[in-house]
């Protein structure tokens, strides 16, 4: 059964820095997925914070987390992480692991992340 974790959600201050992670499993082959972390604050809708090729060779960021935040996996180990780095409060939110080869893909349960003084 296809199943993907997140982890590393928190507590942080304003200008901190946190490391999510995902853990794939259960993919017969996880290195043909695209992967994407996306975002979700009460009452708005899912955004798109960052995706990695399949490969890792490629990576694409919502201009409001461009130099921020750093997106990467190793396929090895069947893990995507994200880096996110100068933390603001609106960063505040819901984080969701996606992995996407067709079709509608497969979700975490996310993980929530703070920032807050």
């Known amino acids: 059964q296809v199943q993907l974790v997140e982890s590393g959600g928190g507590l942080v201050q304003p200008g901190g820095s946190l490391r999510l992670s995902c853990a794939a499993s259960g993919f017969t082959f996880f290195s043909i997925y695209a992967m994407t972390w996306y975002r979700q604050t009460p009452g708005k809708e899912r955004e798109q914070v960052a995706v990695?090729?399949?490969?890792?060779?490629?990576?694409n960021y919502a201009d409001s987390v461009k130099g921020r935040f750093t997106i990467s996996r190793d396929n090895a180990k069947n893990m995507v992480y994200l880096q996110m780095n100068s933390l603001k409060p609106e960063d505040t939110a819901v984080y969701y692991c996606?992995?996407?080869?067709?079709?509608?893909?497969?979700w975490g349960q996310g993980t929530q992340v703070t920032v807050s003084s």
């Open positions: 996606h992995a996407r080869r067709s079709g509608p893909g497969y």
């Open positions: 990695i090729s399949s490969a890792g060779d490629s990576t």
